[in-house]
């Protein structure tokens, strides 16, 4: 239903597919109505009336032929809005709009207007949602994400009407595609159940170069599957000195208010302040990196963390410094995580990682997790072994990306905007989406660890070249026989192509891009 997102193609490739196994396929196009959903949302006339095209002539049309219906069209009645029921998906849907980086923010009159004005938009939605629910008999919903508005009352009136829904979001790596039942791509239980499950079983050789290879490409600036390249223009040879502490605050715009993110602290910055204290650390040694997309989407969070960093007496890192980051990590001792995905590349160097917030990859073992003040109290300054951590970092990094996310060996991205896609080979795909709630993309797993061991010690020689140098995961692939199919030029993988006229939408997409 917002046809911007890159992510249509896999909707369009999930759709050919379904029908393709025999399925029968009706989409759902926005309309031109709900005026104050997430792209129209505080805008000007023109900006709502470019959106509206969008809308009308950028979607899921282009690619089938199925039949279609307009969720405008299907809401019959002014309805009141419910802000106890949508207030999740208009905070975050708000938040990450506007870059807002804590719930305080939100409080401000103007924040607390387009709330309200956003909730009105998700209960309209939810009213069209339910009478397409009533109008026809699915077995199956995929809608986009689940978390913004109107996608969230469509995710809502499923879950009201037994209807399985799975929330699409393109995958971390860009390899496979997320499809989260019931929930948003944000919801933690299903992700979480796949780390911890996978956590005791050892990686085989081409399980850890998969793992592996994704890190590295991040060291070498490559991970051009992730849809943000944040850190493209940070420089190596800048960090003069070691530094004790990290804390590199996350982009919290989209959890906000998510139930499964909850925390026991007031803010970010409480809870670094008494992880600090408790454990009589001297602030004098803690560097605080601003998060790269702040000086674009909020740059009001570089000013606060700075204020905060003085009142500290700690150093501040602006988020447009281009400063290396995974320099910094390798130059501190511990690290400070509030969920990010920085917590990875400190745990591939065996660094002890403090994670102060509920994450995807909490229940994985590398990191010690302190959620409340209780926790953190109580908790005394474990240094985990580097050899173990580094382990365990792996082992989760291929749960999440080979294991969670499905369609791994169909779906590739060859950009972090770009993908291609195959048929895919499993005829049942669709039934296991829907009845096998542990339905993992690889039930594979080592019998012993021999495997991590031999590529664990030789890593550990010398950790800093092998992460910052991509010499040593291709000669362990060879040494391995790990072949890697180029897929970009196997015709068994396509691209998804709009049709007719619609072909047009593609090269306004790339112009605009």
């Known amino acids: ?41 505080g805008e000007s006339w023109k900006t709502k009336s470019l959106v509206s095209l969008k809308h009308k002539y950028a979607g899921l049309s282009g690619f089938l032929s199925s039949d279609k219906d307009i969720l405008s069209d299907l809401v019959k009645k002014k309805v009141k809005s419910n802000p106890v029921k949508f207030r999740y998906s208009a905070m975050s849907t708000v938040a990450s709009k ?55 009352a469509l995710m809502q009136a499923c879950l009201d009407s037994d209807i399985p829904y799975f929330s699409l979001e393109r995958s971390w790596t860009g390899i496979g595609v997320q499809l989260v039942k019931n ?110 997309q702040w000086h674009i989407h909020s740059p009001d969070s570089d000013e606060i963390y700075s204020e905060w960093c003085a009142k500290l007496g700690a150093k501040y890192i602006e988020s447009n410094s281009n400063i290396s980051t995974q320099e910094l990590i390798f130059n501190t001792e511990n690290m400070i995580s509030f969920g990010s995905t920085s917590a990875f590349e400190a745990a591939i160097f065996g660094k002890t990682v403090f ?68 048929s895919i080979e499993n005829n049942d795909f669709f039934l296991d989406l829907t009845e096998n709630d542990s339905f993992v993309s690889d039930a594979d797993a080592c019998a012993d660890l021999l495997d991590e061991d031999e590529f664990l010690n030789e890593l550990l020689e010398d950790i800093r070249g092998r992460v910052f140098d991509k010499s040593f995961l291709e000669n362990y692939k060879t040494r391995n026989g790990i072949i890697e199919i180029d897929y970009r030029s196997n015709p068994a993988f396509k691209d998804m192509s709009r049709m007719g006229l619609s072909k047009l939408i593609d090269l306004v997409d790339k112009y605009v891009r």
């Open 1 to 41: 239903m917002y046809p911007y997102r890159p992510h249509l193609k896999h909707m369009a490739y999930l759709a050919s597919q379904a029908k393709r196994q025999g399925h029968e396929v009706i989409f759902l196009e926005l309309g031109s109505g709900f005026k104050h959903c997430l792209p129209k949302l």
């Open 355 to 422: 994670n102060l917030s509920p994450t995807f990859y909490q229940d994985g073992g590398f990191t010690i997790n302190l959620f409340s003040k209780e926790i953190c109290a109580e908790q005394l300054l474990p240094t985990l072994p580097q050899k173990e951590v580094i382990r365990l970092c792996l082992r989760t990094l291929y749960s999440i990306n080979y294991r969670h996310m499905k369609l791994t060996d169909e779906i590739k991205a060859i950009s972090n905007y770009d993908y291609v896609f195959k």
């Open 183 to 292: 929930g948003t791509p944000l919801s933690l239980s299903s992700v979480n159940n796949v780390v911890s499950t996978w956590a005791s079983k050892p990686l085989k050789s081409h399980q850890i170069a998969k793992a592996f290879s994704f890190i590295v490409n991040r060291f070498s600036g490559e991970a051009f599957g992730e849809y943000k390249q944040w850190c493209s223009d940070q420089k190596m040879g800048l960090v003069e000195q070691s530094y004790g502490w990290l804390y590199t605050p996350s982009s919290i715009f989209e959890r906000i208010g998510h139930p499964d993110w909850a925390v026991g602290w007031e803010s970010d910055m409480e809870a670094v302040e008494f992880l600090l204290r408790t454990k009589s650390v001297d602030p004098s040694k803690l560097v605080v990196r601003g998060h790269p």
């Open 98 to 152: 506007y870059g807002v980086s804590s719930k305080a923010q939100l409080d401000s009159q103007r924040m607390v207007r387009l709330i309200q004005k956003n909730t009105e938009t998700i209960s309209e939605a939810y009213e069209g949602s339910l009478e397409w629910l009533n109008k026809r008999d699915f077995d199956l919903v995929i809608g986009f994400n689940g978390r913004i508005d109107v996608t969230n």
